[in-house]
């Protein structure tokens, strides 16, 4: 039955792995809630969502439209720089802190916040418009209509198991972070990923 599928089908799920396996803001920040056990099944289905319903948007001409748009991009891009800077700050602050891996304690107020938070990491990241919308819209809208849905099917297929995927085996991470050692790294290297990120973004955009 699965070997029966188009082929653009498989096309967009290897496409999508690799751009989607890539360590990113995403990435991080659901391995680390998956580590938490806290909301981590919402957040990894609102990931996978956002990331369909982008895909989506892309195969149907929408990349096009906020590549030609330069107010566009430099709103996204100074706002996703400034929240990845405000995020990294929090986890840097973090990192001196004596935490242990303590299921009850949640790091945010309930799954409203949380859910917020997946938002604003996804939404104001233009990395994520670039791979999803750009890339694999760009990509799967180059088949002809019937074969370019398929192609956004493995693409979204492939997302959705990747952030379920991540979240399920952060619990196998657990028991290494019952020490605070582990979660001082973890924030450390939560920071200095979203200070990168944002550097990327505004290097790029001064270019």
């Known amino acids: 039955m699965l070997f029966s599928l ?7 799920l290897a496409t999508s792995a690799g751009l989607i396996i890539a360590i990113g803001a995403q990435n991080a920040f659901v391995l680390s809630q998956g580590v938490r056990r806290e909301h981590h099944w919402p957040i ?15 195969i149907a001409g929408m990349g096009v439209l906020i590549g030609q748009s330069e107010v566009t991009l430099q709103l996204i891009t100074w706002g996703g720089a400034l ?29 409203r916040s949380a859910l917020l938070t997946t938002l604003a990491l996804s ?18 809208g180059q088949y002809p209509e019937y074969d370019r849905y398929w192609f956004g099917a493995g693409a979204a297929l492939f997302s959705f198991l990747w952030f379920f995927s991540l979240s399920l085996g952060a ?8 020490r605070p050692v582990s979660w001082r790294v973890l924030d450390g290297l939560v920071c200095l990923m979203m200070w990168a990120l944002a550097g990327l973004l505004l290097s790029d955009n001064l270019v």
Do not use: M
């Open 123 to 140: 939404l104001l990241n233009p990395h994520v418009y670039l791979d999803t919308v750009v890339l694999l819209g760009g990509i799967g």
């Open 171 to 178: 619990r196998w991470l657990a028991p290494l972070f019952r």
């Open 44 to 58: 990894a289905a609102l990931c996978s969502f956002i990331d369909a319903v982008l895909i989506t948007l892309g």
């Open 83 to 111: 929240f990845l800077f405000w995020y990294g700050a929090n986890a840097l602050r973090s990192a001196f802190r004596d935490e242990v891996l303590d299921l009850s304690e949640n790091q945010f107020s309930g799954l």
């Open 6 to 12: 188009p082929t653009p089908f498989f096309t967009g």
